[in-house]
T-cell receptor, first 110, second 115 residues
């Protein structure tokens, strides 16, 4: 299977919370990341979590890491139209290379 | 922060031809990378562009197909040679501008369509 897997699409109503899930395979990953890609723009590092943490909160963003299950999630509270983008989950391998998932396209419903 | 520009932003090319993509950074950086994002696929690292020496290619990518130049600390080019429709993709330049995770930046990408 793929190193990093995530669902391809998510639709959420404006004002609701969005939860984007990701699973990875490398238990030795040091960092796990969430990147945001808006149309026509480059990837932007949204947030990251060190592998010895289980939660990180940054304003509307909450990252949860379940290392046992190799599961990472990104919660966006009070989702806005500006959150519409593709969100990539990624992990650092032992050689510091970053492995990306295929991205989850977040669609905001009015 | 580092601001990255890429040229061209998009192109449509005929099979068998080659295209050179330029990546310019507004500050000197040690590490520059080239990624490919094929439709519906994850970003895949093609190679690390090393200043003053040959690029380091990932498994599945070869210099003859993707020659890379890195003449200085702010500029790199990636050439997609002898293109086929399978090369249709977004090609992204990335830099590691500092010692922390937050200092990895990506360019806007070059969208390539090969007919």
């Amino acid at each position: 299977g793929e190193d990093v897997e995530q669902s391809l699409f998510l639709s959420v109503r404006e004002g609701d919370s969005s939860v984007i899930n990701c699973t990875y395979t490398d238990s030795s990953s040091t960092y796990l990341y969430w990147y945001k890609q808006e149309p026509g723009a480059g990837l932007q590092l949204l947030t990251y979590i060190f592998s010895n943490m289980d939660m990180k909160q940054d304003q509307r963003l909450t990252v949860l890491l379940n290392k046992k299950d190799k599961h990472l999630s990104l919660r966006i509270a009070d989702t806005q139209t500006g959150d519409s983008a593709i969100y990539f989950c990624a992990e650092s391998k032992r050689d510091d290379k970053i492995i990306f998932g295929k991205g989850t396209r977040l669609h905001i419903l009015p | 922060s580092a601001v990255i520009s890429q040229k061209p932003s998009r192109d449509i090319c005929q099979r068998g031809t080659s295209l050179t993509i330029q990546c310019q950074v507004d500050s000197q950086v040690t590490m520059m990378f080239w990624y490919r994002q094929q439709p519906g696929q994850s970003l895949t690292l093609i190679a690390t562009a090393n200043q003053g020496s040959e690029a380091t290619y990932e498994s599945g990518f070869v210099i003859d197909k993707f020659p890379i130049s890195r003449p200085n600390l702010t500029f790199s080019t990636l050439t997609v040679s002898n293109m086929s429709p399978e090369d249709s993709s977004i090609y992204l330049c990335s830099v590691d501008a500092g010692p922390t995770i937050e200092t990895q930046y990506f360019g806007p990408g070059t969208r390539l369509l090969v007919l």
